[in-house]
């Protein structure tokens, strides 16, 4: 079992950074690949970047592409996505999760956080 705490979101002007962080509870954070998503009303929850256990392996979304950056700090339980060159579009509720599958899907990941909100206002 692993629970997911996410924070960081907030009011950002287009153009700026945030980065959202995401706790995890349990000792056995390093087992799971992570992944973020986010999702805006009425629509789906779209993926936007996943990580391998160790970190050595990264994936993102087109959209997000050479502006975001995934990592995560085993020791801390915790993974991050940096978000930088935040345009309106990115938007949305934003989600950690767990899982055990190299899935860009919401139905690879087992566990999920609460969301955050970032708004990015142009």
């Known amino acids: 079992q692993v629970q997911l705490v996410e924070s960081g979101g907030g009011l950002v002007q287009a153009g700026g950074s945030l980065r959202l962080s995401c706790a995890a509870s349990?000792?056995?954070?390093?087992?799971?690949?992570m992944g973020w998503f986010r999702q805006t009303p009425g629509k789906e929850r779209e993926f936007v970047a996943r990580?391998?256990?160790?970190?050595?392996?990264?994936y993102y979304a087109e959209s997000v592409k050479g502006r975001f950056t995934i990592s995560r700090d085993n020791a801390k339980n915790t993974a991050y996505l940096q978000m930088n060159s935040l345009r309106a579009e990115d938007t949305a509720v934003y989600y950690c999760?767990?899982?055990?599958?190299?899935?860009?899907?919401?139905?690879?990941?087992?566990?999920w956080g609460q969301g955050t909100q970032v708004t990015v206002s142009s």
């Open positions: 999760a767990a899982g055990g599958a190299y899935s860009i899907s919401v139905n690879g990941y087992d566990y």
């Open positions: 349990g000792r056995t954070f390093s087992r799971y690949i």
């Open positions: 990580i391998s256990w160790s970190g050595g392996n990264t």
